[in-house]
Every structure is written in C-alpha cells, then in structure tokens.
C-alpha cells in the first residue's frame, strides 16, 4: 500500500509504575518501520514511581506522544480514557513494559487488509533480564506452562479466540463500546468475545510479536496469575460457553494436590502420588522449556510454573461471585466517540 494511502494509527498505552520499562517501549513505538501518520496516546496511573516524570520528557521530545490521566489505576479504563483521546482510524494497544518488533504495526495493518478481521494479535515474546525472569519467560512460552495458547506457544496464522494487546478497527471498538471497566483483569479476552459474539473476525498471526517482560518476583507473578484466574471465571460467568477444558486444568489441579494431601497425611501414604506425580510433570516439563539457559535459570523454572498453576488455579476457585453480579450490573460499557 503507497505510504499516501496507509491509515493514520493511535496507539495506546496504559501504564503505571513503568519507570523501568516505558521510555524503551516508547522508543519502539517511534522507531516503527511505518510511514503512516502515528500518535501515541499513554494514559497515567497513580505510579510511585518516576512513570510520570519519563512520560513528561517523552512529551517534551516528540510532539506524536500524548497523555491523559487515569486516576483510577485500573487497566480497563487507562485504555478507554487513551481510546477517546485518540483519533485515528486503527488502534493498537501497547503495554508500559512492551517492546514491539521494527514492523509490528506495517504487519497488523496489513493484516487487518488482507483478512478483514476487527483485531489482530500475534506473540507475546517473554524475554527475561535475570535468572528468574529468563524462567518466568520460558514457563510463559511452554505448553507445559501456559497449555496451547497459540499467542504463548506460537502456531499457525488463524482465527483465535484472542490474541495478546491487539490491533484494532476503531469502529470495532466503538461499536463495543470499548473495555468492560468491571474487567480489572481478562478484559482483552472478554472485549474479543463480544467482538466474536457480534460476527467479528479476531486474527492471530505469528508475523506480530511482541516482547514482554516477566514479573520480577515470585510474588508478583502469583499474584498476576491469581488475578488471571479470578476474572477469567467472572468472563466464564458472564459470558456463558466461553470456557474449554484448557481453563479447568489449573483449578482441577489444585483441588487434586489438595486432595492428595489431606489423604496421604490422613488415610494412607499413597494419597502423596498425586502431589508427587504433578511435582514430576513440571521437572520434566521444564527441561526443555529451559534449553539453552543458564543453570540458575533452569532450575528456577518449576518454580515459575508451579506459582503459575496453582495461582491461577487458586484465583478462579475463589472467584467472589459477587464479581460477576457487579459486572452484570454495568452491562454495557463505556466509552467512545470522542
């Protein structure tokens, strides 16, 4: 397509606390191979941190880069607040810890040509800066981690169910009316259903990668798979038929191990082979998820993905039900036309 005839794209950012991570994911976005016009549009949280500072300096530097505040901090709403501040015609959301590849945003416009899809996505390319997070990454990247998550794994240019951050039409979005703001977590996978649901086409392609930098502690990363499990049960409640047998393996294990505890402590030694037999499968699973890393990485990758699991798990067994009825309750999200 002649660069006259490219359309003009916003890309969007919701960030907070992403002093480490945001002027590199800016300087990916400016340094696109797309001669299309482009704004970047950051929307800011509540950060602790020098977030709001760097985004100043960005501003300061590069009259494309915008912001808008989002006092709330919830990711949801930054990116319906950076949506309605933004004006051009495709919409591409960006993480404050994201690194988009050089041709990333020529690819998803091309792509969006070509298959007529409202959105389309490709990998989340987990790279790690130390031992833990090179293990966070190659768990995120197993399927022995994450199941068969094509935007994970990798796979074959299809029509998904989602796809990680996105590229969007705008007027998918508006018809939507944007992000479900009751979705603190899973509002990706519950806006790409709504788009589904209505007819839309959700592609995803290998061609898009994106890299993503793990969480930098235990800590952080059960509570982000906690939280991935708990709202990713409100979508199943919501969404009635939006979960598949892939969704149940985490919380199935949990309640197994648990299980296999109480009757190996209680009843008979035999109730550890379940515990045992699960600590096993990830031993082994992490051998070839861990090829080609440091030793200090490798041995650090059941760990990631035991946290992983039963985080995950735990979440969506104790997913409040309360949750669903406040998210029924706002039903239709807000947003759009700016």
Known sequence: MPPHQL?????????????????NAVRHILEQEYDGEM?????????????????????????????????TGRT????????????????????????????????AVRLLEETGAQNVGGLMHAEGENDWEKAVAAAMTSKVGVGNAAFHTGGEAAPAETVY????????????????????????????FRIREAGGLIWFSPELKVSYRPRPSVRALAKQYKDYGRWRHVVARFHQGSINLRYL????????????????????PWGFVIPGGYLAAIVAG???????????????????????????????????RALAKK????????????
């Open 39 to 71: 704004e970047v549009v950051i929307a800011l949280g509540p950060s602790a941190d020098r977030t709001d500072e760097i985004a100043a300096e960005l501003v300061a530097e590069d009259p494309r880069v915008h912001t808008v505040p989002n006092p």
């Open 76 to 107: 949801p709403a930054a990116l319906n607040a950076a949506i309605k501040a933004s004006r051009h015609p495709v919409v591409v959301r960006v993480d404050g810890h994201g690194m988009l590849s050089p041709d990333y945003i020529a690819t």
């Open 327 to 338: 998210v029924i309750a706002s039903r239709r999200p807000a947003v759009m036309a700016p």
């Open 249 to 268: 393996a985490p919380p199935t294990a949990v309640v197994a191990i648990a299980a296999g505890i109480v009757v190996g402590a209680v009843v008979t």
């Open 7 to 23: 359309p003009a794209v916003s890309v969007i950012m919701p960030v907070l606390n992403e002093e480490r991570h945001l002027r």
């Open 165 to 192: 951050l996105g590229v969007f039409r705008r007027e998918a979005l508006e018809r939507q009316g944007g992000y479900n703001e009751e979705f603190i977590r899973a509002q990706d996978w519950e806006l790409n």
């Open 286 to 320: 992490s051998l070839p998820a861990g090829k080609g890393l440091p030793v200090a990485a490798r041995l650090r990758i059941p760990v990631a993905l035991a946290t992983m699991h039963m985080s995950w798990g735990w979440g969506f067994l104790t997913s409040p």
